[in-house]
């Protein structure tokens, strides 16, 4: 009963209500044959002995005498050093140097307290490990160790990968990708003779036996070849063959994204976590690109609700504006023009009169020359007399 109380180790607070709770942590893992092992990588293990025991004991044995040969050769060296490399890359502990001489892995690590660091690794300190760190190295959560230059936690290793092991799990992905590639074009190749030339396929010494005759007339092929022959039908080395190429395909597609992912890390000079970073940077630039044009529109959509009433409206005024401007000059200068016509005419005329009047030589004494005074635009002072005279009022 004390066993289902008991409370799951974690790296990081579940479900904490205050960051400045401890952390407990667990047994940190040697490598990759710690316990649990994790699914993906029992997966890997049973897809491999799976490959080794249809594509040697069944399919390579069928094909022709000269192809055999350089089948066996090529695919087993691909399929042995990838044993190899996986088994390395496994077995290594990535840790670092002082994590490897200080720790037991058969204790837990000490709780970590978030009320001293905000951190586990501070100012190159890492505060699970107690140990002095480089710049490159990074704590890992399902290790929960100090990995030496990290690059990411392989689930299909069931161990960290970085500087101890980083190339060991290169060739292995190569190695792999090579084998998967190869291994499928033989199946396929037999899979296609078998409907084209079913004959080509029996060059093994052990079809040629006279007990065999009759049941190879009748659709019986051999498998295992040369150490077991096993008699098999037709169909069930076609169903083989097919569901062998499926999970073939799955393997190169997943293999060959992988591979091609490595090898673009690799001629960037950078890891798996700085590429993991660095995308996290962009895409957190990207929202906050995106958060800042979308404040920008609606501050707009607030500030110019009807931007065309209000551009058609500085227009009219300023149309406006001008057209006053221009109305007020000209009914002035008119008003000016009218009226200085008009006095002209008024004086012409009193001129005139007068004339009709006194016709000697000499004005009558009495009479003063006509002045106008020209104070105001729109007025002027008379006075009698001839000889008009216009004079500016200061």
Known sequence: MNCCRRRLRRTAPAGSR????LVPTSVPKVNGW??????FQLIGWMVYIYMVIVGFGIYIPLLPSLWKLAAYSVIAIAFTVHLIAHLAAVSIDPAHTNVRTKIDYTKSLPFFDRKKQPHVIHNLHCYLCDVQVGPEVKHCGVCHKCVENFDHHCKWLNTCVGGRNYWYFFVTLLSATLGVSLLLMVILFIFIQHYMDPASLRTAPQFDSESLLTLVNNGTWL???PLVAMETSSVAILVVAFVTIL??????????HLLGFHFYILANNMSTYDYIMKQRQKEASKRDAEAGISKHSNNNGKGDQNPETSVDCQASLSRSVGTCKYEEKREIASRLSESICTELKNVQKLSN?????????ELPMNDAPVLIVMGDVSSFKMAGGQGGQCVEQP
């Open 18 to 21: 205050s960051r400045n709770e």
């Open 34 to 39: 710690s316990c649990p092992p994790h699914i």
């Open 223 to 225: 498998v295992f070849l």
């Open 247 to 256: 999970i073939l395909l799955i393997c190169l597609l997943l293999l060959g």
């Open 353 to 361: 009169k007068e004339n009709s009047i006194f016709y000697g030589t």
